[in-house]
């Protein structure tokens, strides 16, 4: 059943690496407790310690809201294919934003986006497996592309603006720093 591991083992970085979509969950010291399904390849594997990854401009900004005020982070994937699995990664998270030296070192792991609006780097504590009997099949058909669509459509400069609109506070009024 399930285990407690110092960090990711290699056969664990090869389940994160084909994983098409994983969770994060993150929450304030008060207010609502966030958790955001990720899609797309926005996501690597730094070291057995540290993933980092990129944060697409959204209807909200949760996770950044949440860290800056308690910098606990769970990250989870499910296998939907396959051997059932659930990994999580617990840990504690940085937000870096494009004025930040460590977004510019880690930008160019990703691709080309628009939309791109942080990278969240999770210093792993723990790592953790379970089961995943109840998990049901689920075959992957494809990437949805209306958020890489929409955020080139609107350009660099109308990105920033709906961040100030959209992204600058949580639904709690929390700020996110994105605009600082």
């Not at 098409?20 to 407790?33: D, L, S």
């Not at 690597?44 to 800056?68: C, D, F, M, Q, Y």
């Not at 780097?121 to 958020?147: A, H, N, W, Y």
Request: hydrophobic share 35%.
């Amino acid at each position: 059943m399930g285990k407690q591991l110092p960090e990711i083992t290699p056969k664990l970085q090869k389940f994160i690496e084909a994983q098409k979509i994983f969770f994060v969950g993150t929450a304030a010291t008060e207010g609502r407790v966030n958790v955001s399904p990720k899609g797309h390849d926005t996501l690597r594997v730094i070291s057995p310690n540290k993933v980092i990854w990129l944060n697409l401009t959204g209807s909200g900004n949760e996770t950044a809201a949440h860290l800056l005020k308690n910098d606990r982070m769970t990250i989870m994937f499910c296998a939907f294919e396959g051997k059932p699995l659930i990994l999580r990664l617990y840990g504690h998270a940085k937000i870096y934003h494009e004025r930040d030296e460590t977004f510019q070192k880690h930008i160019d792991l990703f691709d080309k986006n628009v939309g791109s609006r942080q990278i969240i780097e999770l210093d792993i504590e723990m790592v953790q497996t379970s089961c995943g009997f109840s998990i049901p099949f689920m075959d992957f058909k494809e990437e949805r592309g209306q958020l890489n669509s929409w955020s080139e459509k609107q350009g660099k400069e109308r990105i920033e603006a709906y961040w100030e609109e959209k992204n600058s506070k949580s639904i709690d009024g929390f700020e996110t720093g994105i605009l600082e």
